[in-house]
């Protein structure tokens, strides 16, 4: 079990940019592969970046790809989400998750595999 502790959110024209954190306790980061999803109104919850416990693998979902950098500080405890050249559509509720990895190449992309959640950061993107 680990708690995640977001922070980064707000509101930021459409073309700006914003870095998400995410910091773990309870246990270290280094002992699970994380992820980033986000919500909007009415839509389903959606993986939008992850990367492996060992960070040699991540993933990106295609509508932010090029736009958005995962990645993660393990001595630091933390994960972050780079989110350059954003967009309306970019607007939603944005969480952190990480799901325990046995195998430290692992990414996960299905919110199925994720164990805990940070409790979630409003990210508005003006127009």
């Known amino acids: 079990q680990v708690q995640l502790v977001e922070s980064g959110g707000g509101l930021v024209q459409a073309g700006g940019s914003l870095r998400l954190s995410c910091v773990a306790s309870?246990?270290?980061?280094?002992?699970?592969?994380m992820g980033w999803f986000r919500q909007a109104p009415g839509k389903e919850r959606e993986c939008v970046a992850a990367i492996s416990r060992t960070s040699d693998n991540t993933y990106y979902a295609d509508s932010v790809k090029g736009r958005f950098t995962i990645a993660r500080d393990n001595a630091k405890f933390t994960v972050y989400l780079q989110m350059n050249s954003l967009k309306s559509e970019d607007t939603a509720v944005y969480y952190c998750?990480?799901?325990?990895?046995?195998?430290?190449?692992?990414?996960?992309?299905?919110?199925?595999?994720?164990?805990?959640w940070g409790q979630g950061t409003q990210v508005t993107v003006s127009s």
């Open positions: 309870g246990r270290t980061s280094s002992d699970y592969a």
């Open positions: 998750a990480a799901g325990r990895a046995y195998v430290g190449s692992y990414v996960y992309t299905n919110a199925r595999e994720y164990d805990d």
